[in-house]
């Protein structure tokens, strides 16, 4: 049985204070930030204080991506607002590291965060939201096994337009 923090070719660690340079860097992308809700910089303090809150739980698993062969951060993901009555989470993911945005890295991720939130944390479900424009980003979550759910028109206002959200779903046993 594989490691429930572990795939192919990444492992899912702790948030750690040595990443902060990392966060920063991401953060303040644009790069990485247009796939993401946030929209503003952020300091150096803001990211040392935000990888430091909170003990990561149930309610909010949180993981750097890290690279098995080098043991490099690459990004980040967290299974967010899990409700036990429900057993549902939204997930989130980020490669930060352009170097690494192709050859399998967020797909391994994906799957590794899905196979944790159902082994791990008993979930019967996981969510996401995704920009309309971002098929690459779509294709992964296919991949995977998620499936269309619905749009949410104009949900977003990001990069100087309003914005569809498209809803995917994967339940258990749907993981691929």
């Given at each position: ?31 990485t930030?247009?796939?993401l ?14 990888l ?78 995704v ?46």
């Open positions: 049985m594989p490691q429930p923090l572990q795939g192919e070719l990444i492992r899912l660690r702790a948030r750690e204070e040595t990443d902060v340079d990392d966060f920063h860097r991401w953060m303040n992308d644009w790069v930030l247009k796939y809700g946030g929209r503003y910089p952020r300091s150096k303090a803001f990211e040392r204080k935000w430091a809150a909170g003990d990561p739980g149930f309610g909010n698993a949180q993981f750097i991506i890290e690279t098995l062969a080098e043991r490099r951060a690459i990004g980040w993901l967290g299974l967010h607002q899990a409700t036990p009555e429900n057993r549902v989470a939204s997930l989130g993911i980020a490669i930060g590291e352009r170097d690494y945005l192709e050859g399998g890295y967020g797909t391994d991720a994906m799957r590794t965060a899905c196979r944790f939130g159902f082994e791990m944390m008993n979930l019967h479900r996981i969510e996401l939201d920009y309309d424009w971002n098929p690459r980003a779509m294709r992964v979550y296919e991949k995977v096994g998620f499936q269309y759910e619905g749009t949410i028109r104009d949900g977003i206002f990001k990069a100087g337009r309003w914005n569809d959200l498209v809803c995917m779903g994967l339940l258990r046993g749907e993981l691929r």
